[in-house]
């Protein structure tokens, strides 16, 4: 009988870091890392591709704390294209492509587009992209609300002259303009006087505040977008890419699956998709890796089973505790330089720095984040107490939406299923507690790596990884860890009990 059985596999519970010599303060540590093989970022968090955690809203306030969003795939193309375009056209500064709007269209046509792109204001252009005038907020202020459907845009905008600068004008030369004229937005235009960017003082404001952003060469924020393998997983795969996604990340449960390699190959070698990072996914050994590096992969997703919402491991008994599978995972994909996303089953802020030591980059968090205003979803009130929806991707909810259509069943290779009752399950729905802002969640998160780098004695995360040292753990240990034989009084803002 051949030896089935391998090595023992362990998880965050089983183990801690070991504290070391230290002349490091928890305030000065840089925590950038890798998340592909040419994205870095500030924060090394990710946001899963999961439909209660990650849309727009959820992508562009994880760029601006530093880390990345990856907008799930459970929609339609068109919406998840939608969503893309959302992130790369918020707060950045300059805003290289501005939504614009005809001289012919209705004041009703600009209170839409407005509020879907949460702005108060647009550039009115001619069908050659010239700049005619601009419209906002004070301008329809004369206008009644029933008079918004038949009053046309031309009617109402302030027309060309308007202060405008060059474009390519330095930051310094619009802030100066902007102060002079006393004006909120600043067009942009080139030598033909067609329209070429939009400085807004919003925009100018909030780069400010948020110095760590993750942003693309244009200064534009990053987004990543979940896509599959199978159907019309290549015309989603153009269309996000056409709406200026950073990293495509094919996302299914067992990403050592043919077809997904396959995926992985062909976006690599197609000349319209090409330039794009690939993030694969997910797998939790070292074959499974090394197959996703050698189809192409830019980075490789691990975790098969450890999600907070997920019973792949109970239902297919199937799964790699997660610190075993980041450690296996690493040794395939350090020597090949590509960087490691620990993807699910973190609880609380020391598990970040866990998942580094033991191979990872960066993590990717759900349940940490599901409950935070900028996930998607309503707050449900339950005894007096605020949550949010959460929900397992291969859960009834997601995969089998009654009188909808689900786009990802076949993260769990159940699209070739009939009917919704003969779906095979592999994870549940629920809910989180409300955490507020993802600004507050980001900085409890963050702050714990910052400790756990002062105790381990690292400036950086590489150091963090090259010096950090496990200890395995009991459960006499991982009781003693916790808080015991007290009551706690007083809520934590990074600690729930269990
Ligand atoms: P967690 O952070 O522990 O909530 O885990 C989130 C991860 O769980 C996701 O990024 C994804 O990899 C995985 N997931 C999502 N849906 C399901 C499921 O239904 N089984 N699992």
Sequence with gaps: IPAHFGQLGLTYDDVLLLPGETDVIPSEVDTTSRLTREISLRVPLVSAAMDTVTESRMAIAMARQGGIGVLHRNLSIDDQADQVDMVKRTQTGIISNPVTIGRDATLEDLDEICGRYRVSGLPVVDA?????????????????????????????????????????????????????????????????????GLITVKDFVKSEQFPHASKDADGRLLVAAAIGYFGDAWERANRLVEAGVDVLVPDVANGHARLMLDMIRRLKSDPATRHVQILGGNVATRDGAAALVEAGADGVKVGVGPGSICTTRVVAGVGVPQVTAIYEAAQACRPAGVPVVGDGG????????????????????????????????????VNGKQFKTYRGMGSLGAMAPRGKRSFSKDRYFQADVSSDDEVITEGIEGRVPYRGSLGAVVHQLTGGLHQSMFYVGARDIPQLQARGRFVRITTAGLKESHPHDVQGIVEAPNYSGR
């Excluded at 990717?364 to 900028?374: D, K, Q, T």
Aim: proline letters at 6%; aromatic letters at 2%; charged letters at 25%.
């Design 128 to 196: 050659a992209n010239h700049l005619i005038g601009i419209i906002t907020n004070r301008d329809l202020r004369f206008t009644p609300l029933a008079e918004w459907a038949t009053t046309k845009v031309d009617e109402v905008m302030t027309p060309m002259p308007l202060v405008t600068g060059p474009e390519g004008i330095s930051r310094e030369d619009a802030t100066a303009l902007l102060r002079q004229h006393k004006r909120e937005r600043l067009p942009l235009v080139d030598a033909d006087g067609k329209l070429a």
């Design 346 to 381: 973190l609880q609380y802020s020391g598990d970040i720095a866990k998942a580094l030591v033991a191979g990872a980059d960066t993590v990717m968090v759900g349940s940490l984040l599901a409950g935070c205003e900028e996930s998607p979803g309503e707050l449900v009130l």
